[in-house]
């Protein structure tokens, strides 16, 4: 019995693939482009933060494949991701600009409740909560790129 | 058998209830949609603070703080009045937690006390300077939990928690443990509002995201910065006795005058529980670096490295309310704690039983 328990969790850990027992996060093509672009290692090479944003940049730019629970679109729509939309950068600004009052809302807005709106909206999806890693791993990728473009609370695009 | 007619009026009473708790939830979210709107009256704290700030409605925003200090300021997106409002409302919160100075709690604080036991607990208490403690000359103070550094530091990981802790959620922490009290719910304007505070001042220190800050958090200390005396008690005790008895009270349980609170308890009902960092015997090095770097007031950085952390190694065996994570029996030994020992103490006081000898005074250390 022990070692059909042992020879399940090196199956698990070492051979199986299944995303669930693995720590690591699937290496997406651009990952490793982006990572030094935005000097991602500056939060180490691994690790919690690292992590996350590493599944922020598969959510923005394959939802389709990584929040295939809040999104209708498929693999063979155009528009099937975040980065359709918004790059890496546009979610940092709009990151240090979020929690204001929405004039056209006429309410307080933060960056999770845009990003649940993006998934239910223009993705044609459904909504997340506040607390699900498909919304927090998305701030925190954008909190990694504003770290990297030096921003500060209310940061203005040149041209704004 | 119900009969039809039965059934009916179940049903027209359940539609009736719901209908009740609907039109009671919809009149409340008026409410508050109404308290939003409001004009806040500012503590005198916080109109100093805002007003040297230069918060104020409009399209771009300007620190007159960085602009005074490096003699240039960036411009960046301004806030609305609906904003103002909550940054205005934030900093009441973390200056009068309790609403003390306020005329209408319940407007000007979303009536916080709903998340706080104790009558003690201010969010100022710790974050001094209501979260931006400054010298004389306006320098940001090292390890004094400036709330602004913090929010541009939130979302890393924690390694208390195991989490990447986002700023809500600490705030919750705060309410859980430091106040004993309850978890407000993540989107509570309870946390909004001073989450909104906490932007506008990394927005008017101009911090950048991501970056550490020397007044963000605590300056911790640990055993390994002492001379490796040891952590004692009754130096702890004789030291709380010479710096911090004549605030805080004979026993810890702080000092209250005219119904305010002079200076918070430590101990007892009113102080924070046994699963706040704070607390010794959680988080060694947290209570100590606070003593350091923010006690006693105005004698900021007097005591030595091991003399924090006797002070703080006393104050946590003294009586506190246990945290939620300790379960029922040590919830109820420490009530039975906070009960007996006061009058003990002071039995044993009043018998001139509870002298510290004077070899036991410690000489400054280190």
């Not at chain 1, 929690?99 to 807005?109: F, S």
Request: charged letters at 25%; one cysteine or more; aromatic letters at 8%.
């Amino acid at each position: 019995m022990v070692c059909l328990i042992a020879g399940f969790v090196l199956w698990a850990h070492l051979a199986s693939g299944v995303r669930v027992f693995r720590s690591e996060v699937a290496s997406e093509p651009g990952w490793e482009r982006f990572r030094a672009d935005y000097r991602i290692n500056h939060f180490g090479e691994d690790g919690q933060f690292v992590r996350a944003v590493q599944n922020g940049y598969n959510l923005v730019y394959y939802t389709h494949k990584y929040a295939s629970r809040f999104t209708r679109r498929s693999a063979g729509d155009r528009a099937n991701s975040c980065a359709a939309c918004h790059t890496a950068e546009d979610l940092a600004y709009a990151f240090v600009s979020s929690d204001r009052v929405d004039p056209k809302l006429g309410k307080r807005v933060s960056f999770e409740d845009r990003v649940r709106w993006c998934y239910a909206g223009s993705m044609d999806g459904f909504v997340p909560t506040i607390y699900d890693p498909a919304v927090r791993d998305i701030r925190l990728l954008a909190r990694a790129v504003a770290r990297h473009l030096e921003l500060g609370e209310g940061a203005l695009r040149k041209g704004d | 058998m119900p009969t039809p007619a039965g059934k009916l009026t179940r049903i027209v009473l359940l539609l009736l209830v719901l209908g009740g708790i609907y039109l009671l939830a919809t009149q409340k979210h008026m409410q508050r949609e109404e308290d939003r709107q409001t004009t806040v009256a500012l503590t005198p704290a916080c109109a100093a603070k805002l007003g040297r700030y230069g918060l104020a409605h409009g399209e771009h925003y300007q620190s007159p703080y960085a602009l005074q200090r490096t003699g240039a300021s960036i411009t960046v997106r301004g806030y609305s009045e609906e904003d103002v409002r909550a940054i205005q409302r934030g900093c009441n919160i973390v200056d009068d937690t309790q609403g003390h100075l306020a005329r209408d709690a319940g407007r000007e604080r979303w009536n916080t006390t709903r998340f706080i036991r104790g009558t003690h607990a201010n969010c100022n208490h710790c974050h001094q300077g209501i979260g931006d403690k400054q010298d004389a000359d306006g320098n940001r103070l090292k390890g004094s939990l400036n709330l602004g550094a913090s929010w541009v530091m939130a979302d890393m990981y924690d390694r208390f928690t195991g989490l990447l802790l986002p700023f809500e959620l600490r705030q919750m922490q705060c309410y859980i443990n430091s106040s004993n009290g309850y978890k407000p719910n993540i989107a509570d304007d309870v946390i909004r509002d001073v989450t909104a505070y906490s932007r506008f001042l990394s927005a008017a220190l101009e911090l950048k995201m991501g970056s550490h800050y020397d007044e963000q958090g605590i300056d911790e200390i640990a055993a390994s910065a002492t001379p490796k005396q040891g952590d004692d008690y009754v130096r702890g005790e004789a030291l709380y006795r010479q710096k911090c008895q004549n605030c805080h009270g004979r026993q810890a349980f702080g000092l209250e005058a005219n119904g305010r609170v002079v200076a918070p308890a430590l101990a007892g009902p009113n102080s924070w529980n046994m699963q706040s960092r704070n607390y010794f015997y959680y988080v060694s090095t947290i209570l100590p670096g606070f003593i350091c770097r923010n006690m006693p007031l105005g004698e900021e950085n007097t005591l030595s490295n091991q003399e924090c952390r006797d002070i703080a190694y006393y104050i946590s065996n003294l009586p506190r309310p246990a945290g939620d994570r300790q379960g029922p029996l040590v919830a109820l030994q420490q009530q039975i704690l906070m009960t007996v020992m006061p009058p003990l103490m002071r039995l044993t006081e009043s018998a001139g039983k509870h002298e510290v000898p004077a070899e036991r005074v410690p000489a400054r250390v280190q």
